[in-house]
């Protein structure tokens, strides 16, 4: 069977260089985020214009221990840059 790297890997986010302050405060308000109670099952982020919302979505999945995603990026720089984060 195939590792679950959502649950296995760690990114890099709180000492990235590369990605924003806000993408660093929105992923670790959502790693903090209790999801097991009754409504939290979804949570909003707001983040201001240009300042890394997709590359947030791309993290996201390892905040929360995913075991599937699909991201669906508008280009491939997003997708380059997300995979800087990932060791």
């Not at 590369?18 to 409504?39: C, T, V």
């Not at 995913?66 to 990932?86: E, F, G, Q």
Request: glycine residues 6%.
């Amino acid at each position: 069977m195939k590792e679950d790297q959502f649950r296995s890997l760690e990114p890099n986010v709180s000492e990235n260089d590369d990605l924003r302050e806000p993408q660093r405060l929105a992923y670790a308000a959502i790693k903090a985020h209790d999801f097991s109670a009754g409504d939290a099952r979804e949570i909003g982020i707001v983040l201001p214009v240009g300042c890394g919302k997709s590359g947030l979505l791309a993290l996201a999945p390892f905040a929360v221990g995913s075991k599937r995603t699909l991201l669906v990026a508008p280009n491939l720089n997003i997708a380059d840059h997300c995979s800087s984060c990932i060791p």
